[in-house]
């Protein structure tokens, strides 16, 4: 696999339309920045694109113009996520370039957690949207039920309207995983072959479950769980990475 470049924000699929403007991308930054503090505060079943767009303080309707549903800004969310995380670990090897097997995995791993502590609604998204509720998203957006207050019936119901096609089909871990093998192959000068990217993706697999017990058992994550974290992807991935 050829890297790509990790530091590029990429457009999620899930826009309706991507912005071309700086005004319009601005705008769309709030709207995710609004979604992401909202997650905090309520949950993701009690948020709302209504709720989202008075607290961006944009109309319904910009909300509209870049997401079907709530599910797709949550997704869109997800990705802005994912590009942020890589950012960090690409600068985080370019400030230290000398940084070794174990190095790199502290990296990873590092801003993994402080991304869990100070990101707005990471703790609850942090790359992928939680499981689709019965109903929800399963038909398109029903234009006829007159405008916002019927999407507001629709949010309420659980449905929300919108096609979940791109949205749940993406497995989060894998993109993690492919984003995290790229970088760790590029820093250490080794090919991202198969057997290097299965092995990142078992890590990615078993440090988002360890991670997640961490944070259940301590809100700031507890300190013991996460060092068990990090000595076993140090035991599992430092004999491939060197």
């Not at 869109?76 to 994912?82: G, I, K």
């Not at 029903?142 to 979940?164: F, K, L, N, V, Y």
């Not at 991202?192 to 360890?210: P, Q």
Request: proline fraction near 7%; hydrophobic fraction near 40%; include cysteine.
């Amino acid at each position: 696999m050829v890297p790509v470049p990790q530091t590029r924000t990429q457009t999620p699929p899930v826009l309706r339309r991507a912005p071309v403007q700086q005004r319009s991308a601005e705008r769309l930054a709030r709207i995710l920045d609004a979604c992401a503090v909202l997650l905090d505060e309520t949950g993701y079943e009690q948020l709302s694109t209504r709720a989202v767009a008075g607290r961006a303080g944009v109309p319904i309707g910009s909300v509209y113009r870049f997401f079907g549903n709530k599910r797709a800004m949550v997704a869109a969310l997800a990705h802005r996520n994912l590009d942020e995380y890589a950012r960090r670990i690409s600068d985080r090897f370019a400030e230290a370039p000398f940084l070794d097997a174990h190095g790199a995995i502290d990296g990873v791993l590092d801003e993994f957690i402080a991304m869990k502590r100070t990101v707005p609604g990471f703790a609850l998204i942090d790359f992928g949207v939680p499981a689709a509720a019965p109903g929800e998203g399963a038909g398109g957006r029903d234009e006829a039920r007159g405008g916002p207050a019927g999407r507001d019936r629709e949010e309420a119901s659980g449905g929300e309207g919108g096609s979940a096609a791109g949205i749940d089909v993406e497995d989060p871990n894998r993109l993690v995983a492919e984003r995290i093998c790229a970088l760790i192959a590029t820093h250490l000068h080794r090919p991202a072959d198969d057997d290097l990217r299965r092995k990142v993706l078992v890590g990615v697999e078993t440090a988002d479950a360890l991670v997640r017990l961490a944070f259940r058992t301590d809100p700031a994550g507890d300190p013991a769980l996460v060092d068990e974290t990090r000595q076993l992807l140090y035991a599992y991935l430092v004999p491939s990475l060197s």
